[in-house]
DNA sequence: CCCGGAACCTGAAGGC
DNA sequence: TGCCTTCAGGTTCCGG
């Protein structure tokens, strides 16, 4: 399940192979990848220079030389990859560059995107703010999150608040501030806010170092694996020992959710009793 | 504006 | 052994 730190290592794996190549050619194999009419936009693409490649939140953004760009989302199974076609069963496209660069996207469960937009300033402003970027701090956050009765999980994967956080992140994040996933949003404290928002950096930076987390269907584009998973505390961890203090990892669901947390370090705090 | 739920999609896992 | 149901989760759309 690619998220930010995903992502990030995708686009920097992307970034030397790509920059300065020309697209000569997509081919679409499944044509729902490009939505229905894109497959008229993705033809005009060809020939064009990439000029640089960007991420924001779980996008990734081809930018070519006319300014009109490629914006890529992976959803649940998407991978893209430098490799051989035959080397992948569930390849919905192949774009091919002058430099003989071909980037596969590949997709089991079919829910990715490719799209082509004309200008991607109307994607950057729907999308909250990026949680690494020095402009996120602790009083953006806390703002964000004001007067919201929904459970911090929920916010947390609302891109719309933040950029580029996914299920597994989250978990990590409420636990490393020791926050419960159910606890409405704007009832977090101003230091609680400091620590949350410390918490999504530290957890989101160290996943980057660790190339991403290879849970189920993630792959660089070489084809290797993360290591970011061997790191996590809680998400994915039901039943085993909080590394903090030893109580099994519970899960509970929100908003249709899988949420991992300590129900010890994480407790849900309690009414005040007069 | 705010929130909850359905839909999209396919393979894995569990029940009977 | 095999059929059936449920679950996994990022996003969009729709209804209250």
């Known amino acids: 399940m690619p998220e930010l730190p995903e992502v990030e290592t995708i686009r920097r794996a992307l970034e030397p192979a790509l920059v300065g ?142 950029a580029g956080i996914g299920n597994m992140y989250a978990d990590e994040t409420l636990f490393q501030c020791r926050v419960n996933p159910l606890v409405p949003s704007g009832e977090l404290l101003p230091a609680q806010c400091q620590q949350l928002r410390d918490a999504i950096r530290d957890v989101l930076q160290r996943a980057i170092e660790n190339h991403g987390a290879s849970i189920n269907t993630y792959w660089l584009p070489n084809g290797g694996t993360g290591s970011a998973h061997r790191t996590f505390q809680v998400a994915h961890r039901l039943g085993a020992p909080c590394p903090r203090c030893g109580t099994p990892v519970a899960r509970v669901m929100v908003r249709k959710r899988g949420a991992y947390f300590c129900p010890k370090c994480q407790p849900f705090p309690q009414p005040a009793v007069r």
């Open 21 to 162: 190549a020309r697209i000569e050619s997509v081919a679409l194999s499944d044509p729902s990848l490009a939505g229905p009419g894109g497959a008229g936009a993705v033809a005009d693409v060809i020939g064009h220079r990439v000029t640089a490649v960007l991420r924001r939140g779980k996008h990734l953004i081809l930018l070519l030389e006319n300014s009109r760009a490629i914006v890529l989302h992976l959803r649940m199974t998407g991978a893209l990859l430098l490799q051989e076609p035959e080397q992948h069963s569930r390849v919905r496209a192949v774009l091919s560059f002058s430099n003989g660069q071909r980037l596969l996207f590949n997709d089991m469960r079919r829910l990715g995107t490719l799209r082509v937009v004309d200008d991607i300033a109307a994607l950057l402003k729907q999308l909250g703010p990026e949680p690494l970027e020095v402009e996120f701090t602790a009083q953006v956050l806390a703002d964000r999150l004001s007067g919201r009765r929904v459970p911090i999980k929920a916010a947390l994967l609302d891109q719309h608040i933040i």
